[in-house]
């Protein structure tokens, strides 16, 4: 059945096309068959015939090349959609920005760890694999000696408590992004499974400042306990006499409490 109101004769998309079926048939193809075809009243049926084959190549093959990239004509102002790199190969990934408990709002300046304090944040892992890397973005240094020692835990009924491996990065350095790529152990995690990451303030001369994810104030939280949810988030757990970062086997120093995560980036 011909198009509606048109020429049953296709002088050039039917003809070039009619030995090709339309598992073979590519978006370079249709570039080459429309090519010659101007963009005038003239040319509607052999316009319409083409995008009725385009179409139905799309929907035979699943194929959206030529629709979403561009083809032979090199159309820069197609978009081209990708998954996102999950596995955080390239770009680090902020696992503490992520959802259920992360948010989007930003502090640049924000004095989250104090010196001696241990504090925790909850956290889903987006991959399966081992973290290769972490980096964080200081804003102010901490003076002649400090590091922050970043530990990623095992959950255990919503609560830290497995030290799986702890990254160690030197926050007497000049301020901008600080990586770190060395670990006490490897830190293996299973994409969906709740992890906690420990922040410790290890011998800071001067409280050095990073950048932050302000959960306290937008964000979501395991520990929120209001039964209205109008009270403050309790978006950590703290302990404020610790030593450092250990596996956890007695919870009575601990207390939960309101504070907003560093910015941490993870690789895989």
Same mark, same amino acid.
């Given at each position: ?77 197609? $978009?081209? #959609? %990708? ?5 955080? *190969?390239? @770009?680090?990934? =902020? ?80 301020? $901008?992004? #600080? %990586? ?5 152990? *490897?830190? @293996?995690?299973? =994409? ?77």
């Amino acid at each position: 059945m011909p198009l509606p109101d048109a020429d049953k004769k296709s002088p050039r998309v039917y003809t070039l096309l009619q030995n090709q079926d339309l598992e073979n048939v590519t978006a370079d193809t249709l570039a080459d068959v429309a090519d010659p075809i101007a963009i005038e009243e003239a040319n509607e049926d052999e316009l319409r015939r083409l995008c009725l084959v385009a179409f139905a190549r799309m929907v035979t093959k699943g194929s959206f090349d030529g629709w979403l990239t561009s083809s032979g004509g090199g159309n820069e102002f197609n $978009g081209e #959609l %990708t998954k996102y790199n999950w596995d955080g *190969d390239t @770009d680090p990934i =902020r696992v503490l920005a992520l959802a259920p408990y992360g948010c989007v709002d930003r502090n640049h300046s924000d004095q989250s760890i104090e010196n001696g304090q241990l504090t925790w944040f909850p956290f889903i892992s987006p991959f399966t694999g081992t973290v290769s890397e972490v980096d964080v973005y200081m804003n102010q240094n901490s003076g002649g000696t400090g590091a922050l020692d970043l530990g990623f835990y095992s959950d255990n009924d919503g609560v830290p408590q497995t030290l799986l491996g702890e990254f160690v990065i030197d926050t007497t350095v000049g301020a $901008g992004t #600080l %990586t770190q790529t060395t670990s006490s152990a *490897d830190v @293996d995690l299973t =994409r969906g499974t709740q992890y906690w990451m420990g922040m410790f303030g290890d011998n800071f001369a001067s409280q050095p400042q990073f950048t932050a994810i302000d959960i306290q104030a937008s964000g979501s939280s395991a520990l929120q306990v209001a039964a209205n949810g109008v009270s403050g988030i309790n978006s950590a757990i703290i302990d404020s006499s610790s030593s450092g970062n250990a596996t956890i086997t007695d919870w009575t120093a601990l207390a939960p409490t309101t504070g907003n995560p560093i910015n941490v980036g993870v690789k895989f």
